[in-house]
């Protein structure tokens, strides 16, 4: 039996002091790297992810959500990688039912159901592709 797949989770992020503790504490022990890029922070962003052991990697912001998302693709090193953006949370029991798909040799990818809160008390759910192999990125 081989290795536990490693997961990377990889995000971008500027001025997000605020939102950051939420979503590290949710993500409390799911991955095994975390990827921050950076676009010029001038608050505590880059001061929380470092204590939380995140590489930080600085792009300039040029206009371009997928250049800075590809910035962090190319430096995730595990076999997996989950993007996420501050402002979102997983739902408890997330972790365990991502890493049984990444133990699956039959999966390469994953839908997240992110569910979006309304007005009213409503809210609304869609399925985003947010966890993949890292060799799909290749």
């Known amino acids: 039996m081989g290795a536990e797949a490693t997961l990377s989770l990889c995000l971008i992020v500027r001025d997000e002091e605020a939102m950051l503790p939420g979503l590290l504490e949710a993500c409390a022990g799911l991955w095994d790297e ?5 676009t ?3 608050d505590g ?15 300039g912001w ?4 997928a250049a800075a ?10 076999d997996w990688v989950l993007v996420l953006d501050a402002d979102e949370r997983p739902s408890p029991g997330f972790g365990t039912q991502l890493r049984a798909a990444m133990a699956d040799p039959g999966i390469g990818a994953a839908t997240v159901l992110m569910r ?9 759910d869609v399925p985003l592709l947010r966890a993949f192999r890292r060799e799909c990125v290749r």
Do not use: I, K, M
Request: glycine share 10%.
């Open 34 to 38: 975390l990827v921050a890029v950076d």
């Open 40 to 42: 010029g922070s001038q």
């Open 62 to 65: 040029a206009d371009d959500f």
């Open 116 to 124: 979006n809160h309304l007005a009213h008390g409503h809210s609304r």
């Open 69 to 78: 998302r590809n910035v962090g693709l190319e430096a995730a090193t595990g």
């Open 45 to 59: 962003t880059v001061a929380l992810l470092e204590a939380a052991g995140a590489r930080v990697l600085h792009q």
